[in-house]
C-alpha cells in the first residue's frame, strides 16, 4: 500500500486523489467514480477558467456529463470573503449540480463551504502547489471584518496536474513552499506538547506530515524554477498535510507558533501594497520566529530547572486575563480571541507542575530529538529566498516593531500549546523577546 493509498483509509472526507504529470484529462473518470450520473459545475475565476477550467469543460463533456453553466469569478480581487461566498451559494442554489472547484484556496474555500451549507459534496481541481488547505477539513473566510475558519468537510475527490501547477505564477509555489517548512517547527511543537501531557502525539499524521517532507523542501529554486518533479513533490507535501488534519480531524500535525503569527495577522486583515497577504508568506515569516525560538529553547539548561520556582511566580487565571487585557488594549476582537484561548489552555500551579517536571525529565532525550526535527534558522532563512517567498516581516508589510508586538500576543492567542508556552509558563518571554529583538537580535528594534 502506497502512502496515498494509506492515508485515504484514515481520512474522514477524501475518497480518491489523482496526482502526477498530464493527469488533468483524469477529471472525469474520477467525477464518474465519485459522482456517478450526477451533473457538475464548474467553479473557477477568469484566470484558472482558462488555465485548467475550459479543458476540464471539454473533458466532460466528452465524457457524456451534463453540465450546469459554470460560474466564473470576474472580480479582480477575489477574495475568501463573505460576499463571495453569497454570491456563488446564491447560483449553486439554483442548479442542481456537484461543484468542481478549478483554482487554488480562495475557489477551493468559498466552493468548499458553499457545498457545506447545501449540504453537497464536491471536488477539487487544484491548479497551484500554494497550500495544504485543499485536503483540509474548514474553509478560512474573512467573516465581518476577520479571518475565521468555518467548519466543513474537505473535498470528495481531488485532481492536481503538477504540469499545470508548475507554471503557475512563481508566488504561488513561493506561498506552499513557506506553508511546508512550516510543519518542520510544528512537528517540534508537537513533541513538546506530547510530553508536556497537553496534547498526545498519534504517530500516524505526524508521520503522514513528516515522512518525506525534507526530501520536499530540498531543492526551492528548483521550485521556484518551475520544475514539475520538485513542485508535485512541494504539491504531495502539501496533500498529506491535509490529510494528516482530516484524519485527526485536527490542525495540530501541521500547526504550531508559527501558525500563530500569521492567525495573528489575520485578525488585523494584513495587506501588503494593498494586497491581502497570502497564508504562506504570513506562516512563513511566523516559521523563521518559531525557528529562532526553538533555537533559544535548545540553548536553555531546562533539565535543571527550577520547577518550584515557575510554580511559585505562575498567577492565577484572573491575573493572566488582566495582562491579556492590558496588552489587547483597544482591540476588542484580540480581547476576546485572548480570553477564550487563554481560559482553554490555563492549568493551576498544580497542573503546572506537572507538566514542568514531565518536561523536565524528558528534556535531555527531548532537545535531542528537536534538534534533529528543525531546519536550522539560517537554512530556513536561505531557502525561502530561494523559492522566492518573504525572509523578512518587512516583506509582508510587518514592520519590526510590530513583529516584537505580536510575539508578545504569542501566549494567549491559542490554546495550543507550543514551545513559546514552554517560556511562557518558566518565565522567559522577557529574555527570548530581547534575544530575537534587541541588539543583536535577528529582528533588531532600535
Not at 467573516?143 to 467548519?151: A, L, M, V
Not at 513561493?174 to 508536556?196: C, H, N, R, T
Not at 482530516?246 to 494586497?275: K, T, V
Amino acid at each position: 500500500m502506497n502512502k496515498i493509498e494509506s492515508a485515504l483509509q484514515r481520512t474522514t472526507d477524501t475518497k480518491d486523489l489523482v496526482i502526477g504529470a498530464g493527469v488533468l484529462d483524469q477529471t472525469p473518470v474520477l467525477f464518474k467514480k465519485l459522482f456517478p450520473d450526477q451533473k457538475a459545475v464548474i467553479v473557477a475565476d477568469t484566470t484558472t477558467y482558462a488555465v485548467a477550467g475550459q479543458a476540464v469543460e471539454r473533458y466532460m463533456r466528452e465524457a457524456g456529463i451534463e453540465l450546469a453553466p459554470s460560474h466564473i469569478f470576474t472580480d479582480p480581487h477575489l477574495y475568501a470573503e463573505w460576499s463571495f461566498v453569497e454570491e456563488l451559494e446564491a447560483y449553486l442554489k439554483s442548479v442542481d449540480a456537484v461543484a468542481v472547484a478549478v483554482g487554488s484556496g480562495v475557489i477551493n474555500d468559498l466552493t468548499k463551504l458553499v457545498s457545506a451549507h447545501l449540504g453537497r459534496k464536491y471536488m477539487v481541481v487544484g491548479t497551484a502547489a500554494s497550500m495544504d488547505g485543499y485536503t483540509a477539513f474548514g474553509a478560512s473566510i474573512t467573516f465581518e471584518g476577520n479571518k475565521q475558519t468555518f467548519s466543513c468537510p474537505a473535498p470528495y475527490g481531488m485532481v492536481l496536474d503538477s504540469e499545470i501547477s508548475a507554471a503557475a505564477p512563481k508566488h504561488l509555489a513561493a506561498s506552499g513552499y513557506a506553508d511546508l517548512i512550516a510543519k518542520i517547527p510544528a512537528g517540534a511543537d508537537w513533541m513538546i506538547a506530547d510530553v508536556m501531557g497537553a496534547e498526545a502525539m498519534d504517530d500516524f499524521s505526524f508521520g503522514l506530515v513528516q515522512d518525506g517532507l525534507r526530501d520536499a523542501l530540498s531543492a526551492p529554486a528548483a521550485v521556484f524554477e518551475g520544475d514539475v518533479e520538485m513542485t508535485q513533490k512541494l504539491a504531495d507535501g502539501l496533500i498529506m498535510s491535509g490529510f494528516a488534519m482530516q484524519a485527526l480531524q485536527s490542525s495540530r500535525p501541521a500547526s504550531g507558533i508559527e501558525h500563530q503569527f500569521s492567525h495573528c495577522w489575520d485578525m488585523e486583515n494584513l495587506c501588503y501594497n494593498g494586497e491581502h497577504v497570502s497564508h504562506g508568506f504570513k506562516v512563513g515569516i511566523g516559521t523563521l520566529a518559531s525557528t529562532a525560538i526553538l533555537e533559544y529553547l535548545l540553548e536553555q539548561d531546562l533539565e535543571n530547572l527550577d520547577v518550584e520556582k515557575c510554580v511559585e511566580a505562575w498567577k492565577s487565571l484572573e491575573e493572566i486575563e488582566e495582562d491579556a487585557k492590558r496588552i489587547f488594549a483597544g482591540s476588542a476582537g484580540h480581547i476576546a480571541r485572548a480570553l477564550e484561548e487563554t481560559r482553554n489552555k490555563y492549568v493551576d500551579k498544580e497542573g503546572l507542575r506537572k507538566q514542568l517536571n514531565a518536561l523536565k525529565e524528558a528534556w535531555p532525550t527531548l532537545k535531542e530529538q528537536i534538534r534533529a526535527q528543525i531546519i536550522p534558522y539560517d537554512e530556513v532563512y536561505a531557502n525561502l529566498k530561494a523559492v522566492g517567498a518573504p525572509y523578512e516581516p518587512e516583506m509582508i508589510g510587518v514592520t519590526k516593531e510590530r513583529f516584537r508586538k505580536t510575539f508578545t500576543y504569542m501566549p494567549y492567542m491559542r490554546s495550543r500549546v507550543t514551545s513559546i508556552d514552554v517560556l511562557y509558563r518558566c518565565g522567559m518571554m522577557d529574555q527570548v523577546e530581547e534575544h530575537l529583538f534587541g541588539k543583536g537580535g535577528h529582528w533588531e528594534v532600535e
